[in-house]
């Protein structure tokens, strides 16, 4: 097994982890869209953006199988079956998620129940948007002098609660910037694990809402004050936490803002 096909897109019988990207279409990878092209079966997460969707050719079955926190979501055992089903009925199937398949996005256990069960599969890369939200909103999540390292988190663990298995205490001693998934529901307890650790509270912290789509906006605010600010803004989701010295730069690079025109609110007037 190899991690890129030679082809284009799935053979029949095999299963392609494919990654969507942040949500605009235009990010999405040339091989991605092969694969949407020549797929039979696709099974799609809650994607951000769904126009990537539309690349999918007439005539092929599109399951929705997303999870959204506080929503019914399909149960990984679900998604999982059907893959394999689709995959012994000669199809050729595409597991469509956000992002990329590897990154917070339990590929990996896709990937594992598929080789148990003998289904080829391969993996397509996708943009995600640990780097591409903050680089929609200017913050480069490293930058010499400032910041020379890059954790990524998931802000809460298959419980809903903040994860016990992060050293928080670690991170806030590392200087590395920290970006954060899936955050804003335990955005307070993560906070206070990291004001408790020693991070200051005057730490820049970033919150960008729907990275590269029409309505993304970034909340500019600090340790302190973030989980009060995002109450007030209403921040809508997907939403990503940077926080780190580099959240201080969004909005001061000179940014050529696209059609999206992402708006970028401080604190102070996000009441």
């Given at each position: 097994?190899?991690?890129?096909?030679?082809?284009?897109?799935?053979?029949?019988?095999?299963?392609?982890?494919?990654?969507?990207?942040?949500?605009?279409?235009?990010?999405?990878?040339?091989?991605?869209?092969?694969?949407?092209?020549?797929?039979d079966?696709v099974?799609?997460?809650?994607?951000?953006?769904?126009?990537?969707?539309?690349?999918?050719?007439?005539?092929?079955?599109?399951?929705?199988?997303?999870?959204?926190?506080?929503?019914?979501?399909?149960?990984?055992s679900?998604?999982?079956?059907?893959?394999?089903?689709?995959?012994r009925?000669?199809?050729?199937?595409?597991?469509?998620?956000?992002?990329d398949?590897?990154?917070?996005?339990?590929g990996?256990?896709?990937a594992?129940?598929?080789?148990?069960?003998?289904?080829?599969?391969?993996?397509?890369?996708?943009?995600?948007?640990?780097?591409?939200?903050?680089?929609?909103?200017?913050?480069?999540?490293t930058?010499?002098?400032i910041?020379?390292?890059?954790?990524f988190?998931?802000?809460?663990?298959?419980s809903?609660?903040?994860?016990?298995?992060?050293?928080?205490?670690?991170?806030?001693?590392?200087?590395?910037?920290?970006v954060?998934?899936?955050?804003?529901?335990?955005?307070?307890?993560?906070?206070?694990?990291?004001?408790a650790?020693g991070?200051?509270?005057?730490?820049?912290?970033?919150?960008?809402?729907?990275?590269?789509?029409?309505?993304?906006?970034?909340?500019?605010?600090?340790?302190?004050a973030c989980t009060?600010?995002v109450?007030?803004?209403?921040?809508?989701?997907?939403?990503?936490?940077?926080?780190?010295?580099?959240?201080?730069?969004?909005?001061?690079?000179?940014?050529?803002?696209?059609?999206a025109?992402?708006?970028?609110r401080?604190?102070?007037?996000?009441s």
């Amino acid at each position: 097994m190899s991690f890129l096909a030679a082809t284009d897109g799935p053979r029949p019988g095999e299963v392609w982890l494919v990654g969507a990207g942040p949500g605009d279409p235009e990010l999405l990878t040339l091989r991605a869209a092969n694969a949407l092209r020549r797929a039979d079966l696709v099974l799609h997460d809650a994607l951000p953006g769904r126009g990537v969707l539309r690349l999918v050719r007439a005539g092929a079955t599109i399951i929705p199988v997303g999870k959204r926190k506080a929503a019914q979501a399909t149960p990984q055992s679900t998604i999982i079956a059907r893959m394999i089903a689709g995959a012994r009925a000669g199809q050729r199937v595409v597991r469509l998620k956000g992002g990329d398949p590897f990154l917070f996005g339990r590929g990996g256990e896709e990937a594992a129940a598929l080789a148990a069960s003998g289904i080829p599969w391969r993996v397509v890369p996708g943009v995600t948007s640990g780097t591409a939200a903050p680089a929609a909103a200017g913050i480069p999540v490293t930058h010499r002098g400032i910041a020379s390292a890059v954790t990524f988190v998931t802000g809460h663990d298959e419980s809903g609660g903040l994860p016990t298995s992060v050293d928080w205490d670690a991170l806030a001693r590392s200087g590395a910037t920290l970006v954060a998934f899936m955050a804003l529901s335990c955005l307070d307890e993560m906070a206070v694990r990291l004001l408790a650790a020693g991070l200051l509270a005057g730490t820049p912290v970033s919150v960008i809402s729907q990275a590269s789509l029409p309505g993304q906006s970034t909340l500019a605010s600090t340790l302190g004050a973030c989980t009060l600010a995002v109450r007030r803004a209403g921040i809508p989701t997907p939403a990503l936490v940077v926080i780190g010295r580099v959240a201080a730069l969004g909005g001061t690079l000179g940014l050529v803002p696209d059609e999206a025109a992402p708006r970028i609110r401080d604190a102070a007037t996000a009441s």
